[in-house]
Every structure is written in C-alpha cells, then in structure tokens.
C-alpha cells in the first residue's frame, strides 16, 4: 500500500461564472476599420439617393423615427443596412471573444477530466491497499486463532496429565498406606516383643525378689510392678477397639476408593459414654493429603458413606488373625447411615492452622486443625440394660517431669488371633508445662484416643499424637476431657428437664445419658408425631 496521499483537486461548481478580462488596445484593428468604412459608404450613397426632402440625418440614423409618408424604398434600405457601428460593438466582441472562451471551456473540462481520472485512480489504489490490508488482517486473525488453540489444547493436555498422576497418587495411597503400616509393624514387632519380654523378665525378677524378701521378713510388701500389672488388668476392660472406614470419589473419573483409620477410645461411664480423639472418627480432616486434593478439585469425601465400628476389649474383631480376614462388624457397636448404636455426643473445636505443601499443581495452601487441645470428641455406646467397666475422671494431681505413666490402647491396630487385645507401654513425663504432656513412652498409631494412667490408676491424659519417631508422643491432659464430660453432663441434664417437663420421664436427672433418657427421647418424639 503506498504511503503517499492521493492528491486533492477542487474543479468550479456550476454555479460559478468565468470571466475573463477584455484585452486592452487602444485602436481598432484594421479589418474592423475597413469593414466599418464601407458599411458608413454604402450608407451615404443611399441616403444620397433615396433621401426624400425633409428627412434629417437623425431621422435616418433610427429608421423607427421615418414618417410613413417616407418611401417603402427607403424604409427596405434603412432595414437591409447594418446597424450603427455604435450598435454592433457588443455583437463584434461576442464574435472576438467566443474562440478563447470555448478554448477555456475545452481547457477546464480537460482539467476537470484529468483531475477526476487521478481521483479515481487513487482510490482505486487506496481501495486495493485496503483490500489487501483486510486479507492480511484475516490471515493474522486466523494465524492467532489457531495459536490460542494449539495453547488450549497443550494447557488441556497438561492438565489432564496432572489429573492422571494425582489419580495415580490417590489410588497408591490406600495401597502405601497399608504398606507403610505393614513395614512399620514389621519394623516395630520385635521392639515391642522385645519390650514386653523385659518387662515380664523384670516382674519375674521382682517377684522373685519379693518372695524371697517375704520369706526372709515374713512380710508381704507391694512391690511396684504387681501394682501396675493390677492397674493394667483394672483398666484394660474399658479400652474400645475403633475403626472408621469412609469413600473417597475421584472428581475426573468418578472413580471411588475406601479409606481405613483405626483407633482406642475408652468408657468413663456405666451407661456407655466414651471418649476418643477426633481425628479417630473423622481421619479425613486431619489428611494432608486428602485435604490437598480436595482443595485441588481433584477428590471429595463421601459422607455417606462413613461407618464407624466400636469393639469392646478382647472381643472377637475378625474371623480369625489374617490380614485378609472380614471384620464381624455385627458384633460391634456402629454408626453409619444404617445404624445408630453409637451416637456422637460432643466433639471440640480444634485450632486450625494453614501449610504450604506440594502438590502435583504446584505449592497449595492447606487449612487444617491442629493436632492437640480440642481434638476429643464425646460419644455414647447405646445398650439398654447394659453396664459398662469405666475409667473415672476424677480430677487427679497433673503428672510432673520424671512421673512414671501408662499408655493403654491397640498400638498399629494389631488384633491377636483376630480379638482386640489391648496393650500397654511404660514410660515417664519428659515434659509437664504447656497445653500438651510430652512422653517417652511408646506410642504408635492405633494408640490415638487411649488412656495415660499414673501408678495410682488414675486418668492424666489422653494420646493424641507421635512427636517425631514412635518412642515419643502427645497426651492430652486430663483436664480437657473433664471440661468435656461438664459439658455432655450439663447438656443431658437439660434435655432431661425438657423431656420431664413434656411428661416423658427420663428418671434420675443425674446427668448421664443412659437407657431411660433414650427411652424418654422416644417418648417425645412419638408425642412431636402424634402418636
């Protein structure tokens, strides 16, 4: 396209008159003196002639002045002869004129004709660079489409990749989990054998020592190790065995897996209440991972799908000890969309934090809760008629550095031919201050929502998780657990009053949920139906 602008030219309107100056001369031309000479004789000779008497030159100067009485000749002649040369002037300039004005006329119109020939050629070239401009900005478009797509595509392509090997993770994580497990278990199997021989190895030295001493003094001392087999054999029959099981749902593919936790608990009440740690019923806030691709988009939780199942001590949990064996979830006590026999009575509030973690899409920020003070939760074993072995939370001294503890519970979820056996491990505060007791004894996955027992029985606290290798770990102390069981009293008894007060006795209002405060709910929701 050029760069040039194409030329203007402004041609006359036709409204315009052109009027050219009348040349300057001073004397007539010569053929014009001539031809005026022989018009003014031949004049003369005529009226010489024909001049009837009485005419005067005037009269024969405006042949409209002659009297009729004149001659028809005469009047023929003054008709036939030109004009005056005073009257032909403007007719002899016409004539003069007339050639340079149509030479003007051919001259402008062959401006005006060059002048719109070069108008149109211009715009057709403008109009040709416009046209080549439009193709050359469609073929631009075009080129930038097919771009803006390819980069779609690449950026769908990756995308889809990373969905796969996020699916990939998630399905390895059921199946890394359990081996990771299993590994621990394999790695941790001796250590706890080994342990658990010490500590018989001991108690048969010490018993040793003590029979000998009472033969020796005939006195029957209490040495320290009977004392905690007894406080062991005491609190043992409290212990639950819990496993939560919920589905996780690939977003991408639909795909669904299922997830395992397991977990100890333990009753602090004949009519069933128990306490555990939250995150034994519900794992699924408490997964870095879980939580990272749900942020992501990439999976989602189920909640129908959760079953919680609750075994008591020593209660037959599969068929026999195989890994692969079913659970007897019929023996147990459960909570799913199905059944209701356990029932969730109170859960804290924990704090939550934010992490930054890697993902297959890059750093996320995750928010979860914290591992520590408000990770409990309150729930009750429904058995009509039943009385459970309990824990009591009376307050207890707090433990302080150096104090010998027990933890209570089922350490990596091992069963012992199929039956939930508890175990224990022995060890001591290695720090007392802050919100979280610090313990060297060994506790483990599975150990989450045991009992920590000092020499005298009592409760002090609650594991709750592992501080950096299995050797060490968290409780809770126990005040947090008697602020809990305070509130589950106080809202029971409420209810209580309530059902009372609609004539549904609900018997002693002693603050515990037990039978006859279940049989009063019934009660009031027959009389919220009409029944």
Not at 7 to 32: D, K
Not at 94 to 117: D, E, K, N
Not at 223 to 241: D, T, W
Request: proline share 7%.
């Amino acid at each position: 396209m050029s760069n040039l602008a194409p030329q203007r030219y402004f041609l006359p309107t036709s409204g315009t008159r052109i009027v050219l100056p009348a040349p300057e001369c001073s004397a007539e031309p010569p053929w014009r003196r001539s031809a005026a000479a022989s018009r003014a004789a031949l004049r003369a000779a005529a009226m010489a002639r024909l001049r009837p008497a009485g005419v005067s030159d005037e009269q024969l100067d405006d042949p409209a002045a002659l009297s009729e009485e004149a001659p028809p000749s005469l009047r023929a002649v003054m008709r036939a002869l030109p004009a005056p040369a005073v009257d032909a002037a403007p007719q002899e300039a016409l004539l003069l004129w007339a050639p340079l004005l149509a030479g003007a006329v051919v001259l402008l119109l062959l401006l005006g004709t060059w002048a719109w020939s070069t108008v149109q050629r211009e715009l057709e070239i403008t109009r040709v660079a416009l046209t080549a401009s439009e193709r050359r900005l469609a073929q631009a478009e075009a080129r930038q489409s097919e771009q803006g797509l390819a980069v779609s595509q690449r950026v769908q392509r990756e995308l889809d990749e990373l969905r796969m090997q996020a699916r990939a993770e998630l399905r390895a994580l059921g199946a890394g989990a359990q081996a990771a497990e299993a590994s621990r278990s394999a790695q941790t199997h001796a250590r706890l054998d080994a342990m658990e021989s010490e500590v018989h190895r001991r108690l048969d030295a010490e018993q040793s020592a003590v029979r000998t001493a009472w033969t020796a003094h005939d006195t029957p001392p209490d040495p320290e190790g009977l004392a905690l087999k007894r406080i062991f054999a005491r609190a043992r029959e409290a212990l639950l065995y819990i496993r939560t099981s919920y589905r996780v749902r690939l977003t991408g593919s639909g795909e669904e897996q299922e997830l395992t936790s397991y977990g100890t608990g333990f009753l602090i009440s004949p009519a069933g209440v128990a306490v555990t740690a939250q995150h034994v019923l519900y794992p699924w806030r408490y997964d870095r991972r879980l939580l990272t691709s749900e942020s992501l988009g990439l999976a989602e939780v189920i909640e129908d799908s959760v079953s919680v199942s609750v075994w008591l001590a020593d209660s037959q949990v599969t068929a026999d000890g195989s890994d692969a064996a079913p659970y007897l979830t019929g023996r147990a006590y459960r909570h799913d969309a199905e059944h209701a026999t356990v029932r969730i009575l109170h859960t804290g509030h924990p704090d939550e934090r934010t992490e930054l973690v890697m993902s297959p899409l890059g750093p996320t920020a995750v928010t979860m809760p914290r591992v520590g003070n408000g990770d409990l939760a309150v729930f009750q074993l429904i058995d009509v008629g039943r009385t459970f072995p309990a824990l009591s939370l009376a307050p207890a001294p707090r433990p302080g550095v150096l104090d010998a503890v027990l933890v209570l519970g089922f350490p990596l979820s091992r069963l012992q031919d199929g039956r939930a056996v508890p175990q224990v491990s022995l060890g001591r505060v290695r720090r007392a201050g802050g919100e979280m007791l610090e313990l060297d004894a060994a506790v483990h996955p599975g150990n989450s929502g045991g009992p920590v027992l000092d020499r005298q029985g009592r409760v002090v606290g609650m594991a709750s998780a592992i501080l950096d290798t299995p050797i060490y770990g968290l409780a809770m102390p126990a005040e947090e657990l008697q602020t809990a069981w305070r509130t589950v009293r106080d809202e029971t008894a409420q209810e209580q009053r309530h059902l009372r007060a609609l004539g549904c006795d609900p018997g002693a209002v002693d603050g515990i949920p037990g039978a006859r405060t279940l049989e009063a709910q019934r009660c009031a929701a027959g009389l919220a139906a009409g029944l």
